[in-house]
């Protein structure tokens, strides 16, 4: 092999551990290309994403954010010098990054780089209850460290442990399930995600793995029934079966240490760094062995209710109850005039009962 095949395996390898970065219902809508040997463009793909909830491409943005910070860490990790230019062309959105691989040095990482690589590959969403104990000190400050340690100022992450604040706002996200099965959209949508079985996820590597919903027997034999968008509106009018599900979802959410919600603006680059300091933070629970659950549903249809369609996606009683929603958690978490893209829940939940797989880097 040529010293620039090696050059492109080492790259490789980095790109790897960058695409095991979360994404919503897991799209992966990310492309690299090689531009010469030593460079590689990250295109974003937003169409891959959810079309009422990736408002103005923020869902992709924001994953692409956390794979640009997985790629940070596995070049370090790799001994490789590297540099990451945002938005290098200024007529071209799609391009979120050109990443230069500077030099290769000695791959002498220290302790805490390692344990951050080895997270990337153990990182996983966790839906199940946590431990509601109270978890305090070191593991609180490494979480809230994130955004230094991401080098990212302009991004704040704040964490919350009172009972009543967790429990409001795991009321206040579950508003994103009473909406979607509500809504003949979104519900369609939804189920077009949804991914039944090992083969189809084994076929299809993206999507929601029912798997890792982590639904009791009878929860997943209702959800097959309510396919239909008929007999779940018939459910809905005659037991509430929105509601039902909605607040036994925040019983789930309750079950948590710690919410957190990051603070943001609203540019393409607050959204990117965004994602970096939510991975960063995800890393760190992963290596001290917490669960970690992103939620951005509620935030993200407050959101599209801005928009010029929002106001035909929803019914006015839908538009009130993702408002409210939305303000509850903007209150509790003191946000002020800053963006709160998204809310996640930590805590001690053991580990999933199944994984989503990822496609091996596209390499244009
Ligand atoms: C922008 C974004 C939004 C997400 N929103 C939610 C959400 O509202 N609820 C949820 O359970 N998971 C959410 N996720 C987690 C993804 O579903 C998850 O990362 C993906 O399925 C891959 O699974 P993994 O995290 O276990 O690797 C979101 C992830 C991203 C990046």
């Known amino acids: 092999?040529?010293?620039?095949?090696?050059?492109?395996?080492?790259?490789?390898?980095?790109?790897?551990?960058?695409?095991?970065?979360?994404?919503?219902?897991?799209?992966?809508?990310?492309q690299f290309h090689f531009e010469g040997n030593d460079t590689v463009a990250v295109r974003m793909l937003p169409e891959l994403d959810h079309p009422?909830?990736?408002?103005?491409?923020?869902?992709?943005?924001?994953?692409?954010?956390?794979?640009?910070?997985?790629?940070?860490?596995?070049?370090?990790?790799?001994?490789?010098?590297?540099s990451?230019?945002?938005?290098?062309?200024?007529?071209?959105?799609n391009l979120v990054a050109r990443i230069s691989f500077i030099a290769e040095h000695e791959a002498n990482a220290d302790g805490g780089t390692k344990e951050l690589y080895e997270a990337i590959f153990k990182r996983a969403?966790?839906?199940?209850?946590?431990?509601?104990?109270?978890?305090?000190?070191?593991?609180?400050?490494?979480?809230?460290?994130?955004?230094?340690?991401?080098?990212i100022y302009d991004i704040a992450l704040k964490l919350v442990d009172d009972r009543g604040q967790i429990e409001t706002v795991a009321r206040a996200v579950s508003v994103n399930e009473l909406v979607m099965f509500r809504n003949k959209r979104l519900h369609e949508l939804f189920m077009q995600e949804l991914v039944w079985t090992e083969a189809e996820e084994h076929e299809r590597q993206s999507g929601l793995y029912l798997?890792?919903?982590?639904?009791?027997?009878?929860?997943?034999?209702?959800?097959?029934?309510?396919?239909?968008?008929?007999?779940?509106?018939?459910?809905?009018?005659?037991?509430?079966?929105?509601r039902m599900i909605a607040s036994d979802n925040a019983k789930v959410y309750a079950a948590c240490s710690f919410y957190g919600a990051i603070l943001c603006g609203t540019e393409d680059v607050d959204i990117v760094h965004a994602g970096q300091v939510t991975e960063r933070a995800w890393l760190a629970a992963t290596a001290m062995g917490l669960s970690f659950h992103l939620q951005t549903g509620v935030n993200?249809?407050?959101?599209?209710?801005?928009?010029?369609?929002?106001?035909?996606?929803?019914?006015?009683?839908?538009?009130?109850?993702?408002?409210?929603?939305?303000?509850?958690?903007?209150?509790?978490?003191?946000?002020?005039?800053?963006?709160?893209?998204?809310?996640?829940?930590?805590?001690?939940?053991?580990?999933?009962?199944?994984?989503?797989?990822?496609?091996?880097p596209i390499m244009v």
Do not use: H
């Open 1 to 30: 092999m040529g010293t620039n095949m090696i050059r492109r395996e080492a790259i490789k390898k980095i790109l790897e551990a960058g695409v095991q970065a979360p994404s919503g219902s897991n799209s992966q809508p990310w």
């Open 52 to 82: 009422v909830l990736n408002v103005r491409a923020w869902g992709t943005l924001f994953a692409t954010g956390a794979l640009l910070e997985n790629i940070l860490i596995a070049a370090a990790y790799e001994g490789w010098k590297i």
């Open 84 to 93: 990451i230019v945002l938005f290098p062309k200024a007529d071209d959105r």
């Open 125 to 151: 969403t966790n839906r199940k209850p946590y431990g509601m104990e109270k978890i305090d000190g070191v593991i609180r400050e490494r979480l809230l460290a994130a955004p230094s340690e991401a080098g």
């Open 211 to 242: 798997k890792t919903m982590e639904l009791k027997p009878q929860q997943e034999r209702a959800l097959k029934l309510f396919r239909s968008w008929k007999t779940l509106n018939i459910m809905n009018k005659l037991v509430g079966a929105a």
């Open 300 to 360: 993200f249809l407050a959101a599209r209710l801005e928009t010029p369609e929002g106001g035909k996606i929803f019914t006015v009683q839908e538009a009130e109850l993702i408002r409210g929603a939305y303000e509850t958690v903007r209150n509790i978490f003191q946000a002020g005039d800053r963006f709160v893209p998204v809310v996640f829940r930590i805590g001690r939940g053991g580990e999933p009962s199944a994984r989503s797989s990822r496609k091996p």
